[in-house]
């Protein structure tokens, strides 16, 4: 499998039972040569503001869980599918946060 996209996103700040927190949302894309097929890997997670807390990748009940994507693409044609694909997560994973500050 070949390494076609591997980003996240902070997408703001929200208040949570661990205090401020900022709403992340990642993906890892890879592409299937024998299958020609992209792989995406799509997470959201919180993890908390103060640098002097340890840094734990959390969730919480209002985040949609995470998906895996398989998309029948050329190799050309993946990359841009993969961003389209992590594009449309972070909308998804924006609109689920019932307030949403800005970083």
Not at 57 to 70: A, Y
Request: net charge negative; hydrophobic share 40%.
């Amino acid at each position: 499998m070949k390494r076609v996209l591997d980003t996240s996103e902070i997408l703001g700040i929200v208040e949570s039972g661990r205090g401020r927190c900022e709403l992340c949302a990642e993906a890892d894309a890879e592409y299937d040569d024998a299958a020609n097929q992209l792989v995406v890997r799509l997470t959201a997670f919180l993890r908390p503001v103060d640098i002097l807390v340890k840094e734990v990748h959390t969730t919480t009940d209002w985040l949609p869980p995470g998906q895996l994507v398989r998309e029948s693409v050329s190799l050309h044609e993946s990359s841009d599918l993969a961003r389209d694909i992590f594009h449309q997560w972070v909308r998804k994973v924006r609109g689920s946060a019932p307030r949403l500050d800005h970083c």
